[in-house]
T-cell receptor, first 112, second 112 residues
């Protein structure tokens, strides 16, 4: 079974731009969560989607948004990029009712 | 109340030794405590997990010890190997959410 895939793997943007990251969960997984990983703040929860609905949201500004499609694929969008948004963005998927979250390799975003 | 505190920040162990990483939490609503292993350039991978109704869980060389009254849990890696060199994260999750709260991580180096 293929794992969680994230595209693109690397991205360079400049301040003020916006970016969209994509996540394809493991087949059959309907829950998708997003995390931001930085050296200073560690791994921080962004949001969780299930059946196209946002179920939980972390403490991030409204510039961070996401959505989930009917095939469980998810996207997250960051608008008006700031230097501090440079991070590894990780997506994790899980089966409803299961504890285990499977992480993708992440998208490395660099904001210049 | 949402924090998970992890120590030490870094750890150097000789091959064959025991690696011990500790975590503490405050929120008694947490009901699932996983440990993740992350290699450079990769997403976190689930290593082992425990629920608070169990005091210890062992999988191969990896053991979680859980102390509910002290609100602490720890990861023990027996017979540590150079291939175990990675960053380890503890995490906690409230019931019925997909939101994982991560510790700050421990960088483990196992010397041959």
């Amino acid at each position: 079974k293929a794992g969680v895939t994230q595209t693109p793997r690397y991205l360079i943007k400049t301040r003020g731009q916006q970016v969209t990251l994509s996540c394809s969960p493991i087949s059959g997984h309907r829950s998708v969560s997003w995390y931001q990983q930085t050296p200073g703040q560690g791994l921080q929860f962004l949001f969780e989607y299930f059946s196209e609905t946002q179920r939980n949201k972390g403490n991030f500004p409204g510039r961070f948004s996401g959505r989930q499609f009917s095939n469980s694929r998810s996207e997250m969008n960051v608008s008006t990029l700031e230097l501090g948004d440079s991070a590894l963005y990780l997506c994790a998927s899980s089966i409803p009712g299961s504890d285990t979250q499977y992480f993708g390799p992440g998208t490395r975003l660099t904001v210049l | 109340q949402q924090q998970v505190k992890q120590s030490p920040q870094s750890l150097i162990v000789q091959k064959g030794g025991i690696s011990i990483i500790n975590c503490a939490y405050e929120n008694t609503a947490f009901d699932y405590f996983p440990w993740y292993q992350q290699f450079p350039g990769k997403g976190p991978a689930l290593l082992i997990a425990i629920r608070p109704d169990v005091s210890e869980k062992k999988e191969g060389r990896f053991t979680i010890s859980f102390n509910k009254s002290a609100k602490q849990f720890s990861l023990h890696i027996m017979d540590s190997q150079p291939g175990d060199s990675a960053t380890y994260f503890c995490a906690a999750r409230r019931s019925n959410t997909g939101k994982l709260i991560f510790g700050q991580g421990t960088t483990l180096q196992v010397k041959p």
